[in-house]
């Protein structure tokens, strides 16, 4: 089953600060993602009930929405700075 994915207004902006190699393997991570959202790392602490997928040396944060087979991009960013 497919999963609808959506950016938030900042995660979107983050994505388009990256440079072009990197944010192409964070879009081409992006159908993986849909297919099986679980495959991230659950988050505790700040970001707890999130996701974490990294994309080296990136983490895309998301929520999942169970109930609108949904996920929710919130934060896109360096694994140094992103948490």
């Not at 900042?10 to 849909?34: C, T």
Request: charged share 30%; hydrophobic share 40%.
């Amino acid at each position: 089953m497919k999963w609808e994915v959506r950016f938030e207004n900042k995660a979107r902006k983050e994505l388009e600060g990256i440079p072009e190699d990197f944010r192409m393997r964070i879009l081409a991570s992006l159908p993986a993602l849909a297919e099986n959202p679980f495959i991230g790392k659950k988050m505790k602490g700040k970001y707890t009930g999130c996701y974490s997928l990294r994309v080296w040396p990136y983490r895309i944060i998301y929520r999942i929405y169970k109930n609108l087979v949904l996920l929710v991009i919130i934060r896109i960013g360096h694994r140094q700075g992103v948490y």
